[in-house]
């Protein structure tokens, strides 16, 4: 299918499209917290792949399938412009540890009123752009270790370790919220 | 550190464990030592799986595929080839010894399949042409892959039979039903797709119609310049099938969720498992037999080292109407496994009330929905059911 679409199918095209265009905006959206800012980003990652589509080369990739190397690149694209937009000068918007300050911001007011999902979102909101992407990947896509390391470029062992940061940070800011609640 | 790197690694070890059907406890149970800490790492674990992460919205989804349709207009134009590049060169005796065999031994099989290309049936080269379509079947791993290449050989069938007939040579009865195979094959893997992926198979669908719809228009216009009778009346025939597969038969589906209800009994040998005798039960909620309860029993074969897995068993739906006794066996292989899929056939065998000597057959795709407990949504489609 992406040896069709390289070679200008458009509808072998909307098929690639349709298979990895929501887990993409999933994976933005766990980097960045921002439904808006992952769509845009999201868009112009599309651009960007199609613009460089036929010099894309699974083989290239150590991932154990075309599918897995084709996310990899692709979520590498969409990693790389939210980079470069958090860095373009008069940006005001910065990634989120950097406008949230440390676990200790948690302890906020309005935590109290919310209901435990927004609990949760507020505490995985704490967490790196990083962690969010292990956790998602891990816990919401069940995602195995391996799957995650090929995906993300990493190896499994920077995988499992910032799997076990990820959760250590959520086990203390849920504890926290939930403590909060009790008093 | 070295503890650190070690409760890396017996966290993974619990959350797989718990993936596959491991209680917590038992995870807290092996790893006294790390107890208390990983007892609170797996109930954050635990949480983060309810993390309400937003859903594209149709209108973002529409937006941003209309934009980047309209990259890929532009730059469909002038694509170039992927380029290729020399691999790196490491000089290791036993390695490159190796490489160079494989080398060898693929330039063999590459150049015998390039060879076997052009050959037409009972041509000495021809089984090598079909024996390396069934392994571009057994590597496309999505359905919508395998849709396009059955479109894709019956393309090739067409041309093979056009050829004969141009050439006087008779037409085999294998050679037609290979025309009329692949279409059906075509359409059902896209059917299969409908519960689970509606987009995908509506997309799939068009594709279907104007692919054959101009594989028609082709053999007619062949047809029309055909002089020798014997030709004309080959090619008819293969008019005929093309013409049927344009008005594809209604499909039957039937989705049911299916779970074990009593453990089989259960070997171990390495990385290899095998469970016979699996009790499993479940529902159809739709399809032609929503509604219908299902009872059965089942094997099933898993290897962790390969990631694969074979299960074959059989069923009986329950209803108003009858009941309905199917067969069925499939496989996942890692690709599968990635995505949470299996896939494989089924045949109606026995059937009571409305559906007593219903002849219905097809595919199956199932999707594991949850880890723990195992619970497997699963599509079966074929077309519709003919009986006496």
């Given at each position: 299918l992406l040896e069709q679409a390289q070679a200008g199918d458009a509808a072998a095209f909307d098929l690639i499209f349709h298979h990895f265009a929501p887990p993409l905006f999933r994976y933005l959206y766990a980097r960045c917290g921002d439904v808006d800012l992952a769509e845009e980003i999201a868009s112009s990652t599309w651009v960007r792949a199609v613009e460089h589509l036929s010099t894309f080369q699974p083989g290239n990739s150590r991932a154990s399938t075309v599918e897995v190397a084709f996310a990899a690149w692709l979520y590498r694209i969409g990693r790389n412009l939210l980079i470069d937009m958090y860095r373009r000068p008069g940006n005001a918007t910065l990634p989120l540890e950097e406008t949230l300050a440390t676990g200790d911001a948690l302890v906020d007011e309005h935590i109290l009123t919310r209901e435990s999902n927004q609990e949760l979102r507020t505490a995985l909101m704490q967490l790196t752009p990083d962690q969010r992407e292990v956790v998602l990947l891990r816990f919401v896509e069940e995602q195995s270790t391996a799957h995650v390391a090929h995906v993300t470029g990493r190896t499994e062992g920077a995988v499992k370790a910032l799997q076990h940061r990820a959760l250590a940070t959520l086990a203390r800011l849920l504890t926290m919220a939930h403590g909060m609640h009790e008093l | 550190m070295e503890h650190t790197a070690d409760i890396d690694r017996v966290l993974d070890d619990c959350l797989e464990r718990m993936a596959a059907g491991d209680k917590p406890e038992a995870c807290l149970a092996a790893h006294p030592h790390h107890a208390e800490e990983l007892?609170?790492?797996?109930?954050?674990?635990?949480?983060?799986?309810?993390?309400?992460?937003?859903?594209?919205?149709?209108?973002?989804?529409?937006?941003?595929?209309?934009?980047?349709?309209?990259?890929?207009?532009?730059?469909?134009?002038?694509?170039?080839?992927?380029?290729?590049?020399?691999?790196?060169?490491?000089?290791?005796?036993?390695?490159?010894?190796?490489?160079?065999?494989?080398?060898?031994?693929?330039?063999?099989?590459?150049?015998?399949?390039?060879?076997?290309?052009?050959?037409?049936?009972?041509?000495?080269?021809?089984?090598?042409?079909?024996?390396?379509?069934?392994?571009?079947?057994?590597?496309?791993?999505?359905?919508?892959?395998?849709?396009?290449?059955?479109?894709?050989?019956?393309?090739?069938?067409?041309?093979?039979?056009?050829?004969?007939?141009?050439?006087?040579?008779?037409?085999?009865?294998?050679?037609?039903?290979?025309?009329?195979?692949?279409?059906?094959?075509?359409?059902?893997?896209?059917?299969?797709?409908?519960?689970?992926?509606?987009?995908?198979?509506?997309?799939?669908?068009?594709?279907?119609?104007?692919?054959?719809?101009?594989?028609?228009?082709?053999?007619?216009?062949?047809?029309?310049?055909?002089?020798?009778?014997?030709?004309?009346?080959?090619?008819?025939?293969?008019?005929?099938?093309?013409?049927?597969?344009?008005?594809?038969?209604?499909?039957?589906?039937?989705?049911?969720?299916?779970?074990?209800?009593?453990?089989?009994?259960?070997?171990?040998?390495?990385?290899?498992?095998?469970?016979?005798?699996?009790?499993?039960?479940?529902?159809?909620?739709?399809?032609?037999?929503?509604?219908?309860?299902?009872?059965?029993?089942?094997?099933?074969?898993?290897?962790?080292?390969?990631?694969?897995?074979?299960?074959?068993?059989?069923?009986?739906?329950?209803?108003?109407?009858?009941?309905?006794?199917?067969?069925?066996?499939?496989?996942a292989d890692q690709g599968l496994l990635l995505n949470r899929e299996a896939e494989g056939t089924f045949k109606a065998v026995n059937g009571t009330g409305r559906f007593a000597g219903w002849q219905w057959q097809g595919t199956m795709r199932a999707y594991l929905d949850t880890i723990n407990p195992p619970h497997f949504t699963v599509t079966a489609t074929g077309p519709c059911p003919s009986g006496p």
């Amino acid at each position: 299918l992406l040896e069709q679409a390289q070679a200008g199918d458009a509808a072998a095209f909307d098929l690639i499209f349709h298979h990895f265009a929501p887990p993409l905006f999933r994976y933005l959206y766990a980097r960045c917290g921002d439904v808006d800012l992952a769509e845009e980003i999201a868009s112009s990652t599309w651009v960007r792949a199609v613009e460089h589509l036929s010099t894309f080369q699974p083989g290239n990739s150590r991932a154990s399938t075309v599918e897995v190397a084709f996310a990899a690149w692709l979520y590498r694209i969409g990693r790389n412009l939210l980079i470069d937009m958090y860095r373009r000068p008069g940006n005001a918007t910065l990634p989120l540890e950097e406008t949230l300050a440390t676990g200790d911001a948690l302890v906020d007011e309005h935590i109290l009123t919310r209901e435990s999902n927004q609990e949760l979102r507020t505490a995985l909101m704490q967490l790196t752009p990083d962690q969010r992407e292990v956790v998602l990947l891990r816990f919401v896509e069940e995602q195995s270790t391996a799957h995650v390391a090929h995906v993300t470029g990493r190896t499994e062992g920077a995988v499992k370790a910032l799997q076990h940061r990820a959760l250590a940070t959520l086990a203390r800011l849920l504890t926290m919220a939930h403590g909060m609640h009790e008093l | 550190m070295e503890h650190t790197a070690d409760i890396d690694r017996v966290l993974d070890d619990c959350l797989e464990r718990m993936a596959a059907g491991d209680k917590p406890e038992a995870c807290l149970a092996a790893h006294p030592h790390h107890a208390e800490e990983l007892a609170l790492l797996l109930g954050a674990a635990h949480e983060a799986r309810h993390w309400d992460v937003p859903t594209l919205s149709a209108a973002a989804y529409a937006s941003i595929h209309a934009r980047a349709r309209a990259a890929f207009a532009t730059s469909a134009a002038g694509r170039r080839q992927p380029r290729r590049r020399w691999p790196g060169w490491t000089w290791r005796h036993a390695t490159l010894r190796f490489a160079i065999a494989m080398v060898v031994l693929i330039l063999i099989a590459g150049a015998s399949l390039q060879a076997a290309q052009p050959s037409l049936p009972g041509d000495q080269l021809y089984s090598i042409k079909r024996a390396g379509e069934r392994v571009e079947v057994l590597l496309a791993r999505q359905p919508e892959q395998r849709a396009l290449l059955y479109l894709d050989f019956a393309q090739r069938r067409l041309d093979e039979a056009m050829t004969l007939a141009d050439n006087g040579r008779p037409l085999a009865a294998s050679t037609m039903n290979s025309i009329s195979d692949n279409y059906t094959l075509a359409w059902e893997t896209i059917a299969t797709l409908e519960s689970v992926d509606p987009v995908t198979a509506t997309l799939l669908t068009q594709r279907y119609h104007d692919k054959v719809h101009a594989q028609r228009q082709q053999v007619e216009e062949v047809l029309a310049h055909a002089g020798d009778p014997a030709a004309a009346t080959a090619l008819g025939q293969v008019r005929d099938i093309v013409a049927t597969a344009e008005a594809p038969p209604p499909m039957c589906t039937a989705r049911f969720s299916i779970f074990s209800t009593q453990r089989g009994t259960v070997t171990t040998k390495g990385p290899a498992t095998q469970v016979q005798g699996n009790r499993v039960a479940g529902t159809f909620d739709q399809g032609f037999l929503a509604g219908y309860t299902l009872e059965g029993i089942q094997d099933m074969t898993g290897n962790r080292r390969t990631m694969t897995a074979l299960v074959q068993g059989t069923l009986t739906a329950t209803g108003p109407d009858g009941t309905l006794e199917l067969q069925y066996s499939g496989a996942a292989d890692q690709g599968l496994l990635l995505n949470r899929e299996a896939e494989g056939t089924f045949k109606a065998v026995n059937g009571t009330g409305r559906f007593a000597g219903w002849q219905w057959q097809g595919t199956m795709r199932a999707y594991l929905d949850t880890i723990n407990p195992p619970h497997f949504t699963v599509t079966a489609t074929g077309p519709c059911p003919s009986g006496p």
